[in-house]
């Protein structure tokens, strides 16, 4: 049994009783149990629930009842999104403990479509980071190559999906948390518009610009998932009322006629150079196959990485100010301590990245500093939409390198945040403006490491975006991973 | 500039007692340094981007019970109170 | 000079729900932390979702206080840990940076004084602490999350009072205000809290904070004043602070600050979208509205020539104002004022006396109309109102069974006067000197007749007598 076909290809021999469930569950609990001391991509594995799931499942199959459209497929979740009966702890010490007594929405759903939730995968704690090392419980190895970081903060999702511990994943992407693991990961993480996806029940971090995103090995995957997952929510506001669009209808449409902007900003200065190649080697793919490429200069990304860590890390700071261990949280008794001393003690068990982020938003947010960072980062995010929006009358899509850098070892940028925040700025822009990008696996380094090539619409574009996507993904011949 | 008073004062909002805070000073300053260069943006318009919905969006005003009893999910005393330390 | 500013903090009682979840509004008699949910206890991955009733309530506040409605509204948190915040924040409105609350420059006359409206927001209700341990060792807290995520409105306005009497006719008018337009029931317990804010002449601002009642405020506001004045006379500097009033101690204490004002670290609420506030929906609340108390009083000046404070009274008070909206006609409006303006409202003076009356609008009805007719004296009229509103009887029932008949015909009162005149000789002889004596003989009459003759017809018959 081949674990590692595509969660399409695995639907459609379930559903023609090629493969037992059960069976591939088994296979990927024994898979996870192999290789996941290594990789660490999991915190915690439902293995008997999914198997009384699967087995379920089966015996649906067989009798020809209805079955949800997933047909079982095993599926690993960020642990920063919320698991009725299953831990949801955000790879912090605040929440090592917390069981969620509600499904998220995206969770329900897919359960509803008869999804298995196999385990929930490792992450920088509370999603801040770009490297999956932040983890309370440690970090998470590239399954590539063991020595790397799989990126972040969905590191857990997408090292589990490489390694074939799981068919798909759903991940968050704050400031590139999705794409950035598919692109050192070599897989598909697809970043939508905000608003597309309920967040009810994504533990927050940074609510004005993160969105729940799929991780998948295949474009297909990701449009499959994102047609279940997808749309309006009456548990979140701020989700938009679209109508329903089938992202897999049409997915082959091509990408002739089209026009695609290379980001000026992103392709230049700092990017290395095997990145830089893979990235004109997509475009000229791109271009053969029926795009016409122009450069696009967008100036106020320059402002986008300030912009963004002022306002995650003021975000942050008031999300995370719910966790003072009194309703919820690890052991740790009120006696003896006064208020404030005892929160100011639980609280010290945050890690230091997270503490970090919470002092510098309680600085922005402070007194007379609210115009100067804080009100200016959201000027910044309306001034690179219009700069978008203005790209967008001209071309149908964006391109740039997912991450201007390869893959680098664990532990390598631990010491220099500032450093590591910078590498976020191919990402952060689809963040701030609100519009989606996807992450597509293109190639690999000379030193066997993956390069993901990221591709921008404007907002809710997510169909066209997913053609392109899937152009590009027919042009790319990847090696299987040995593992 | 960020002295140590300051760290500490931010410790204390955010309520995180600071074992090592000069752990963070240099970090954070390092930081609110780059955050600076905001203030040279010439910014074309004053608009922020926010999420908009009109007042048919919002939710009808009908009391539906928590289905499950949340309390028993929480950390609580036999009578069903949440405790805390004293206030001081 | 003293300054007086008020911060009212208004549930809105009538609402089935939270403001920001499912759960009950009405939070009071229930089990400890058995009406909270995942968003009202601050769950992880819980988001607010906005009570439409409550924008539209909070709107009715607003425009019944004059005040602006923006188009677009907005939420902010307001930062800072206390146990009673599941959240460690509480969502509120902030307009610092522009204006995003639900109403903003208002203003209201309370007798002849303006006093402007600074803003009006709304936002949610903190859980309850009960404090539990006698020992510095024993001492926790205890919480019940039943009320947090309650809605609120604060009113805020601006220092405009001069002396806490113009607060307490303020808040009684903004109680009755809040009643009248169906947002709350002022006189549940906690329903209605003040904090005060006080200076003397340019001196620092003192704020008073945690006081039970409206009676309270008065009294707090009377024990600050006198405290800041007798520093000042002493040459000593009021200290801008919070103070507690201490409810059996009658007196304020500083308060140990939790978290001052530039520590808030207020900052937008991305949860909640900007609210759009349509014209067209602004209108439909308009209808939807009572009449304001000032559109009502403006009605009864003009539309029945009521004098400008019966007006007042009258329109100010629901009960009231309902009642004589349903017991006047064209002809008998003044009386009807009059009988409820004197009468009633002396023997209803409270809350709890108002609520047991068993008066109906027909009682009053009536009552005017006999007393036009001249079949009932103002006096019996006095005595019949008393036992209707007691027994709830229809007047004739009443008139009846105390005999308050009124006397006109000429023959009795003639025989009545006859006896009167043998009883009082030297009051007669010296009436027939001095006419202005007269009124002792009525009394008289009256006495007799235990105040059912007419005094006109009374009055007639003994000036012929004297004068024959």
């Not at chain 1, 081949?2 to 009783?17: H, M």
């Not at chain 1, 590539?144 to 799989?150: A, G, I, K, M, R």
């Not at chain 1, 967008?392 to 390198?401: A, G, N, R, W």
């Not at chain 1, 404007?458 to 169909?463: G, I, R, V």
Request: hydrophobic share 35%; aromatic share 8%; glycine share 6%.
């Amino acid at each position: 049994m081949n674990l590692g076909i595509s969660a399409v290809e695995f639907v459609s021999q379930a559903k023609e009783g090629v493969i037992s469930v059960e069976e591939f569950v088994a296979k990927t609990l024994d898979r996870i149990k192999k290789v996941d001391e290594k990789i660490h991509a999991f915190i915690t594995v439902d293995a008997q629930n999914a198997l009384d799931k699967a087995r379920t499942i089966d015996k649906k199959i067989k009798s020809k009842e209805k079955i949800g459209s997933c047909f079982g497929m095993p599926l690993s979740i960020k642990d920063n999104i919320c698991t009725e009966g299953i831990k949801t702890t955000c790879a912090s010490k605040m929440l090592e403990n917390f069981v969620a007594p509600y499904d998220a929405t995206v969770i329900s759903r897919l359960k509803l479509e008869d999804a298995i939730i196999i385990g929930k995968a490792n992450l920088d704690e509370f999603a801040m980071g770009s490297t999956t090392e932040f983890s309370y419980f440690g970090p998470t190895r590239n399954p590539w190559n063991l020595e790397y970081v799989p990126g972040g903060s969905s590191g857990g999702s997408g090292a589990s999906v490489a390694a074939y511990e799981c068919l798909a994943s759903l991940g968050s992407d704050t400031g590139g948390s999705v794409r950035s693991p598919a692109s050192f990961c070599s897989v598909v993480g697809l970043k939508p518009t905000y608003g597309l996806i309920s967040r009810y029940g994504l533990v927050s971090y940074a609510n004005s610009i993160e969105q729940v995103g799929p991780i998948a090995k295949t474009v297909e995957d990701v449009a499959f998932l994102l047609n279940i997952i997808s749309g309006h929510d009456p548990h979140d506001n701020t989700t938009a009322n679209n109508g329903y669009v089938d992202y897999v209808q049409d997915l082959k449409h091509g990408i002739s006629g089209k026009k695609i902007g290379i980001i000026s900003q992103m392709i230049g200065e700092g990017v290395d150079k095997e990145v830089a190649s893979a990235t004109n080697t997509a475009i000229s793919k791109l271009q053969n196959l029926g795009a016409e490429c122009i450069p696009i200069s967008l100036d106020a990304i320059e402002h986008s990485v300030a912009a963004y860590y002022t306002i995650a890390s003021a975000e942050a700071s008031s999300n995370l100010a719910r966790y003072d261990n009194l309703r919820y949280g690890f052991d740790f008794g009120i006696e003896g301590y006064e208020f404030k001393a005892f929160v100011s003690k639980a609280r010290s068990n945050f890690g230091p990245e997270v503490t970090r982020r919470m002092l510098l938003g309680a600085f922005v947010l402070s007194a007379g500093y609210y115009g100067k960072y804080y009100l200016k980062a959201q000027k910044v995010r309306a001034m690179i939409k219009a700069q978008l929006d203005e790209a967008f009358k001209k071309v149908d899509y964006l391109i740039s390198p997912t991450m201007p850098i390869l893959p680098f070892k664990v532990g390598e940028k631990i010491d220099d945040p500032l450093k590591l925040y910078l590498t976020d700025i191919n990402t952060i822009t689809a963040n701030l403006s609100g519009i989606p990008a996807i992450s597509v696996p293109f190639s690999m380094s000379s030193s066997g490491l993956p390069i993901g090539i990221q591709l921008f619409a404007n907002s809710f574009k997510e169909k066209e975006l997913l053609q392109a996507a899937h152009v590009l993904q027919e042009t790319s011949n990847l090696p299987e991973i040995s593992l | 500039m960020v002295e140590r008073k300051e760290i500490e004062h931010l410790g204390d909002l955010v309520k995180v007692d600071l074992s090592e805070p000069e752990k963070y000073i240099k970090q954070v300053e390092q930081i609110l340094n780059y955050f600076d260069r905001l203030d040279k943006v010439e910014f074309p318009s004053d608009d922020t981007l926010r999420t908009q919905i009109t007042t048919d969006g919002l939710r009808d005003d009908v009391y539906e019970p928590y289905g499950d009893s949340l309390i028993g999910h929480l950390k609580k005393d036999q009578n069903n109170f949440i405790r805390a330390p004293k206030m001081v | 000079m003293t300054k007086i500013g008020l911060e009212i903090h208004c549930q809105l009682t009538k609402l089935a729900s939270k403001l920001f979840c499912s759960c009950k509004a009405e939070y009071r008699n229930l089990e400890p932390n058995s009406n909270i949910c995942p968003v009202c206890a601050g769950l992880p991955g819980s988001l607010p979702l906005l009570n439409k009733k409550a924008v539209e309530k909070a709107t009715m506040i607003s425009l019944a206080l004059g005040c602006t409605i923006p188009e677009k509204i907005g939420f902010f948190r307001k930062n800072y840990f206390y146990p009673d915040l599941p959240k460690n924040f509480q969502i509120t409105q902030y307009n610092a940076y522009g204006p995003t609350s639900i109403g903003s420059d208002g203003k209201i006359e309370i007798e002849g004084k303006t006093i402007r409206i600074r803003r009006i927001q709304l936002e949610e209700d903190p859980g309850r602490l009960v404090y539990e341990g006698t020992s510095e060792k024993t001492m926790i807290t205890l919480i019940d999350y039943n009320r947090a995520g309650t809605p609120l409105v604060e009113i805020v306005t601006e220092p405009d009072f001069e002396t806490p009497k113009q607060v307490r006719v303020f808040l009684n008018v903004l109680a009755d205000l809040v009643e009248n337009i169906g947002v709350s029931d002022p006189y549940l317990e906690g329903a209605m809290r003040v904090d005060g804010n006080i200076s003397e002449g340019d001196g620092n601002r003192v704020e008073i904070k945690n006081v039970g009642s409206f009676r309270d405020i008065e009294k707090a506001l009377h024990f600050e004043i006198t405290r800041q004045q007798s520093l000042v006379e002493r040459g000593i500097t009021v200290q801008a602070e919070t103070r507690h009033w201490d409810e059996a101690r009658r007196i304020t204490v500083s308060a140990r600050s939790k978290e001052e004002e530039q520590d808030y670290r207020y900052l937008p609420e991305a949860d909640i979208p900007i609210v759009l506030i349509e014209h067209h929906s602004i209108e439909q609340i308009k209808m939807q509205m009572p009449e304001s108390i000032v559109a009502r009083r403006e009605r009864y000046v003009k539309k029945y020539g009521l004098p400008p404070q019966v007006s007042d009274v009258l329109s100010s008070d629901k009960f009231y104002s309902d009642l004589f909206d349903k017991a006047h006609n064209e002809k008998n409006a003044k009386e009807v004022s009059n009988i409820i303006t004197t009468d009633l409202m002396g023997f209803a003076d409270t809350r709890e006396k108002k609520l047991e009356l068993k008066i109906t609008p027909k009682h009053i009805t009536d009552l005017a109309d006999s007393i036009m007719t001249n079949k009932l004296t103002r006096n019996s009229g006095k005595t019949a109102l008393q036992e209707m509103v007691k027994t709830g009887k229809s007047l004739a029932d009443v008139i009846s069974s105390l005999d308050l008949g009124h006397v006109s015909d000429v023959g009795s009162i003639e025989k009545i006067i006859d006896e009167v005149f043998k009883e009082e000789e030297k009051a007669v002889s010296e009436a027939k000197q001095n006419p202005d004596t007269i009124n002792y003989l009525v009394g008289k009459v009256m006495k007799k007749t235990k105040g059912k003759a007419d005094p006109t017809t009374t009055l007639g018959i003994l000036r012929k007598k004297l004068s024959a």
